[in-house]
């Protein structure tokens, strides 16, 4: 079992920024694709980056040229650089994890609040 616990989310100023960590147990870290999701009240969860085993990342629209997924093996983390933040990217954050064999996200984290107010 996989266990994934987010962190640095809080209260940003409009164009102000946040970084988001995840840190993932087990020893096979390395070969999963991970990802952050968001979701404010009332929306569907979105797929915010994307971040392969080889470093590919993807990004949504909505977030691209703003924020960058990034991660280290070495300490079994991702994190989500979120720069230039509006109100709209208020929403708890998730990080998720799939494992090999499959396109579904196996695994989540409990989530992290992210307010971007004045």
């Known amino acids: 079992q996989v266990q994934l616990v987010e962190s640095g989310g809080g209260l940003a100023h409009p164009g102000g920024s946040l970084r988001l960590s995840c840190a993932a147990s087990g020893s096979a870290f390395r070969i999963y694709v991970m990802g952050w999701y968001r979701q404010a009240p009332g929306t569907q969860r979105e797929l915010v980056a994307v971040?392969?085993?080889?470093?590919?990342?993807t990004y949504a629209d909505s977030v691209k040229g703003r924020f960058t997924i990034s991660r280290d093996n070495a300490k079994n983390t991702v994190n989500l650089q979120m720069n230039s933040v509006r109100p709209e990217d208020t929403a708890v954050y998730y990080c998720?994890?799939?494992?090999?064999?499959?396109?579904?996200?196996?695994?989540w984290g409990q989530g992290t609040q992210v307010t971007v107010s004045s």
């Open positions: 998720a994890l799939r494992t090999m064999g499959t396109d579904r996200w196996n695994y």
């Open positions: 971040i392969t085993s080889s470093g590919i990342t």
